[in-house]
């Protein structure tokens, strides 16, 4: 199994920057998929970024594209996802995951860690 743990959220201004960082423990993490989940109050859980074992491969959603990125660093099991130009819609609580596939569906996910919220001021 994985356990994962996101922290490096907070309170940002608009137009800030933020990196996420998403840390693991658990034998073979490096063979995991990864992806970045958010949800704001009273709406469904979006995904937001993934990317495949090799790093090599990533993928985004609209709503981010050309401002976040996500990386990992297997050596220090560690996913991050560096959020530049940040708006007020990006405010939500973040959620790392790990599964088999670096898709945007949740349930393909079967490891998940708390979340870290993430506010960005107007």
């Known amino acids: 199994q994985v356990q994962l743990v996101e922290s490096g959220g907070g309170l940002v201004q608009a137009g800030g920057s933020l990196r996420l960082s998403c840390a693991a423990s658990g034998r073979t993490f490096s063979n995991y998929a990864v992806g970045w989940f958010r949800q704001a109050p009273g709406k469904e859980r979006e995904f937001v970024a993934a990317?495949?074992?090799?790093?090599?491969?990533?993928y985004n959603a609209d709503s981010v594209k050309g401002r976040f990125t996500i990386s990992r660093d297997n050596a220090k099991n560690t996913v991050y996802l560096q959020m530049g130009s940040l708006e007020p819609e990006d405010t939500a609580v973040y959620y790392c995951?790990?599964?088999?596939?670096?898709?945007?569906?949740?349930?393909?996910?079967?490891?998940w860690g708390q979340g870290t919220q993430v506010t960005v001021s107007s």
């Open positions: 990317i495949r074992w090799s790093g090599a491969s990533t």
């Open positions: 995951a790990a599964g088999q596939t670096a898709g945007a569906i949740p349930t393909s996910y079967p490891y």
